[in-house]
């Protein structure tokens, strides 16, 4: 049987997520390869070490370069900040390594294109963590509208709000500062959400207008509370969007969203029915169906089991319960299942540049106050 | 005691509710005056006496211009289509009367501003139908904001989306027709939704953008099925607004939301917790502060109740609900205690053309593909 | 056209939701007899003419029997307290007069029975004010229940709960006397859906074993609040109960239990579907049909409108809500047809008098802690 | 570091469910000892060896005496079919084996109370899988309860109610059948909602009557499905229940109700307050507290976040949702962490007896149609 070797560059919220999903997977999935956890890295060697043996990797380092470098390393796995993304998957591509990135792919659709052409040309295959479209629930939606269910969907509306930033005294973290993070509440969160429109239109967005606002314009100096720092980037943001097929969408997003803790919806509504979704309930589809019998039409509420994609490896009754670790054991199972097989993953890296474009578009449209063509940017 | 006598013009479905609520008023409410029905128009001298006789009306005509120049009729009721707003409602006013008009107060901001100068020239006191803005829970929510209690709010999303063109072989009919209705979907639902955002947050919308798409181009001609006439305005349109408080906001509205029977709807934000509802659980609103306990926050679900505005006239105990008529009966009170008061109502010809204006802003936004100022337009 | 003539009798918290349902019938419904509110009787003279001024009554009196005793009233309508139901329903029959009566018929089942025995010997109809069952949504309830959609019923569970005394610092009151109240939270709510299983159902409560507790045994004294009294009922009772027809049933009733404010509920399970319903959604049935399609199923949220029974007099559009007292509209609507037509009414004092007997059933079980068949009472 | 040595007998539905928790465990947790999956039994040598290798295990047998025999084994985790547990705990127990068992300990309260006897005198550590108490979410409600929050408990609703046997059509299998399940849904079901209610309440049920029905009393003989067999033990039943401390009960249960696919729920009301939950919703609690202002009370919809218990080891944001298998995580961490520490688990054999003991009960009083004392079984 082949081998995935894996080298984890980062252990932070998201690496440990990652550790928990690759414990997982070989016994929730039959694998088409064996999971090798080969290699870590983290900013001192100590840390590195600890976190090796708390996530069960064989060997660790300080030194990012050395996970790139390692022969007995098949992908690279990158969990840093978001500024760290571009530098490591370069050098990852440099030595014909696959890649698995998190997203934001990088911190503008320029950097995000040239680690996507790099790619190309090496001919090495690349998957981005946009983790939401792998839970049963929305690939139940994809089927769904796959199938035509819901006619011809005409309108999607898809947030992704939380509220980690709501309180002014927060101190300013690396979120808000453009040179760290990019875009603010759109490149963190609004990302996901729109990936995820085109992932379950099956279109692209192609033209975009947005407002967004810095409504707290200060923070606290996390080393010195009582002086404020100004904000670099957008608390939240709104657009309306156009797909290539000719749908209309709206896009929100906000960290400030008073409430909202997974705050990740859609509504999307066809000519024939309506799907509704929010990822705080994400076991939960409701369905609207147009032609049934007009005396009992009504929102139906799926709970998703395992006669939905995927599910049934986790559980083989409905209404059990996905959790959000599972999202991602769901991705690692793609993983090792397309390096195994050499086949094209997704969402990869093209499609990361093109929500980081989508992305760069909406920022542009907000400052020129103007629609954007996607194309115009990057 | 005064009296205020109603002179009605107009029996079909909105006409209809206005007489359940004139029925119910003076025993729910203890009114300022007596009310007295007093004359009621309609298209022919029998459908106007036998709808008369239903409504409890003291005398009919078939000649709307008979209601209007009666000495016996204090306030001109109009629930005609809407397209005879305009030429009743500035025949009334050149009488003297007042004048209580359903929404949306004309086909054109331009007209609506005509309407409003009028009657503001002459003195008379006018009220527009919005009447979902006159549900306790809603005037709870107004309350909330208008206390602080989520602090200064940043964001306003709000629809108004129902379904009742949502199949394709439902025949054209006078909604679909420019002449007749003016705007699609803009001035049939968002009238709601844009003159209640205004109502929640205590300011205006003053620039827009929007988009907008006929989903549904042809539609049977009633007189001949097997053949097609043109939509002539839209199914759907969404709006990125501005408020003059510099609040972002998001409107959007459909009548082909497949499932949305009454999808007026709001999510309000502000520094310090949110606010959601919906109209098709009118009961309820809920609640969300930023300030609870970390452990212990969460959004509440109000159930309105008599320590809520205007519930305790309906019943005693909360949570036993208040029904689409029942909104109206608030504002045939707020109507009658005006009229005998003398004071001005709210939302009155002024609300009225300023929510025109912002709907044929957002018309124009979507032609000419901009930002637009509402005050560019009438 | 005939005349209904209305003697009512008592004007608090319910007689008022009368005049608010006697006020709007007439708008609301086609009634089959034009409805005259003649005579009004309160406990001072000074009283019973502002509510008969209020509630638009032609005279009024300031005593009961007045009014049972005019030969112009046609109808006696008793909304006083619980204890003074038998006396004047008594008094009324033996006028010969037809009586509509407030839940619950009587303070025992003794008692109902004796009034129930006395319409039907004197011949006159008689109508009990369970309104629920009016409401639109539950009229569809049983129209699914009656037409096989969910199959043979195998088990009820409903629920009146409320939390009107849940605070222990409430003073005692008369709910909590039994000469006044006779039952608990029994008699006072549990009546409701006691008698609502049965409608639903189409069959007969025979069997039961209940369990019951006064939580808050002392409240103040409303004259004397540093002096404490014993409450004499129940606050919650819960009972196991078997149907005619074989079906379980469980009955739960409070009127402490914290945060409901309308806590009607009702969750009835099929061979091939179930069905729930709350009344604080009152214009919400969720529908499960288990043949759906299995990837499909799930409880559908069906919002009443103008395909179900009597809400399309309300208004023709689906979703826009039907209030408290629209229930009890509906009600008046079948008194004045029922009176007008000479056909028995539903639910009449023969079911008003089987619910009491199963509450009184209830309690004997919780005292004797054994299951009681329902014809061993009274 | 102290190793805890596995050894699982069973590996069908629930087998791999604590095989996937096994897996995941030590990323998700700091355990106490190290975990080694070191003994796995099935009843051929190739699907031991075959799961074995799913499942990470070292050896395999098909024979579960070598597994209960090997000097190896520190912990035999008993997963078979229930009419199983009671010889296996027994001979592991009398090798002094710790014994970690699946839900129910056994098929009748005389068997269990001999496996808590036996684990008792032979001094050996016990668990039994009631991993549902283990969801971050009922942790939360047991500390909102303990913490007083709610005030005195006064009534608990707890249901398990599932549906994988409302149809009639579906074979008869092993949960059918006496001899291999005991009872019915009381046993399969009912087992964890006695349980829970223990477990939030801290208080031991002590009285309890029931009624219960087998509603499909026949069906298919799976080797000749047009022969029909006798279903031998009850699709569902209710009690009504007292606990220790005085609070009233009911617990209802079902196999065959339409639309639950995980309908494990409470409703427990206190005097200062309300929670409510179900499983199908596992990351949410609601909460109604008396004392809120009353013109803001309201159930608050809890998403179960890291300052809850035993969630931040999953993920740091709230909200993000807890699945099946991670309660079963939980349970694992306290399996490791208890043998490694060698304090007592719970819920340990002596719950397990108890529940039985009150299942057993309520079978008894369904019979013999009276009250019965809890100590009177077993």
Same mark, same amino acid.
């Given at each position: 049987?082949?081998?995935?070797?894996?080298?984890?560059?980062?252990?932070?919220?998201i690496?440990r997520?990652?550790? =928990?999903? @690759?414990?997982?997977?070989?016994?929730v999935?039959p694998?088409?390869?064996?999971?090798?956890?080969?290699?870590?890295a983290e900013?001192?060697p100590?840390?590195?070490?600890?976190?090796?043996?708390?996530?069960?990797?064989?060997?660790?380092?300080?030194?990012?370069?050395?996970?790139?470098n390692?022969?007995?390393?098949?992908?690279?796995?990158?969990?840093?900040?978001?500024?760290?993304?571009?530098?490591i998957?370069?050098?990852?591509?440099?030595?014909?390594?696959?890649?698995y990135?998190?997203?934001? /792919?990088a /911190?503008? +659709?320029?950097?995000? #294109?040239?680690?996507?052409?790099?790619?190309q040309? +090496?001919?090495?295959l690349?998957?981005?963590?946009?983790?939401?479209i792998?839970?049963?629930?929305?690939?139940?939606?994809?089927?769904?509208?796959?199938?035509?269910?819901?006619g011809e969907v005409?309108?999607? @509306?898809?947030?992704?709000?939380?509220?980690?930033?709501?309180?002014?005294?927060?101190p300013l973290?690396?979120?808000?500062?453009?040179?760290k993070a990019?875009?603010?509440?759109?490149?963190?969160?609004?990302?996901h959400?729109?990936q995820?429109?085109?992932y379950?239109?099956g279109?692209?967005?192609?033209?975009? =207008?947005?407002d967004?606002?810095?409504?707290?314009?200060?923070?606290?100096?996390?080393?010195?509370?009582?002086?404020?720092?100004?904000?670099?980037?957008?608390?939240? +943001?709104?657009?309306?969007?156009?797909?290539?097929?000719?749908?209309?969408g709206?896009?929100?997003?906000?960290?400030i969203?008073?409430?909202?803790?997974?705050?990740?919806? @859609?509504?999307?509504?066809g000519t024939k029915?309506?799907l509704?979704?929010?990822?705080?309930?994400?076991?939960? /589809?409701?369905?609207?169906?147009?032609?049934?019998?007009?005396?009992?039409?009504?929102?139906?509420t799926l709970l998703t089991?395992?006669?939905?994609?995927? @599910? #049934?490896?986790?559980c083989?009754?409905?209404?059990?319960?996905?959790?959000f670790?599972?999202?991602k054991t769901?991705?690692?199972?793609?993983?090792?299942?397309?390096?195994?097989?050499?086949?094209?993953?997704?969402?990869?890296?093209?499609?990361?540049?093109?929500?980081s474009? =989508?992305?760069?578009?909406?920022?542009?449209?907000?400052?020129?106050k103007?629609?954007?063509?996607?194309?115009?940017?990057?």
């Open positions: 049987m082949k081998k995935v070797r894996i080298g984890l560059i980062g252990t932070g919220y690496g997520c990652h550790a =928990i999903a @690759y414990a997982q997977a070989p016994t999935f694998l088409e390869a064996k999971l090798e956890l080969e290699y870590l900013i001192t100590e840390l590195a070490a600890q976190k090796a043996k708390e996530f069960g990797f064989n060997r660790s380092t300080a030194h990012w370069q050395d996970v790139v390692d022969p007995n390393v098949d992908v690279i796995d990158i969990c840093t900040p978001n500024f760290l993304h571009k530098d998957a370069l050098a990852a591509i440099a030595k014909g390594k696959h890649v990135s998190e997203k934001p /792919l /911190l503008t +659709a320029r950097d995000a #294109k040239e680690m996507y052409e790099a790619a040309q +090496a001919g090495v690349t998957l981005v963590g946009f983790n939401y792998k839970n049963p629930t929305t690939q139940l939606a994809r089927e769904i509208i796959a199938n035509g269910e819901i005409v309108h999607f @509306y898809g947030t992704h709000n939380e509220d980690y930033l709501a309180n002014p005294n927060t973290d690396w979120h808000c500062i453009k040179e990019g875009l603010g509440a759109l490149g963190d969160l609004a990302a959400i729109v995820m429109s085109q379950l239109l279109s692209d967005i192609k033209q975009v =207008i947005g967004k606002e810095t409504v707290i314009k200060q923070r606290p100096n996390p080393q010195n509370l009582t002086e404020l720092l100004a904000v670099e980037n957008e608390d939240q +943001a709104t657009a309306l969007v156009r797909f290539e097929n000719g749908c209309m709206t896009i929100e997003t906000s960290r969203a008073c409430g909202r803790k997974m705050g990740l919806s @859609y509504v999307i509504t029915g309506t509704t979704y929010t990822q705080e309930r994400m076991a939960e /589809l409701k369905l609207y169906l147009h032609d049934d019998d007009p005396a009992r039409q009504g929102f139906k089991g395992p006669l939905h994609p995927d @599910y #049934k490896n986790f083989v009754s409905a209404g059990h319960g996905i959790g670790n599972d999202q769901v991705e690692i199972r793609d993983l090792v299942n397309g390096i195994a097989s050499g086949k094209a993953m997704y969402p990869d890296f093209e499609e990361g540049f093109k929500v474009r =989508i992305l760069d578009a909406i920022a542009l449209s907000c400052e020129q103007r629609w954007v063509e996607v194309d115009e940017v990057a």
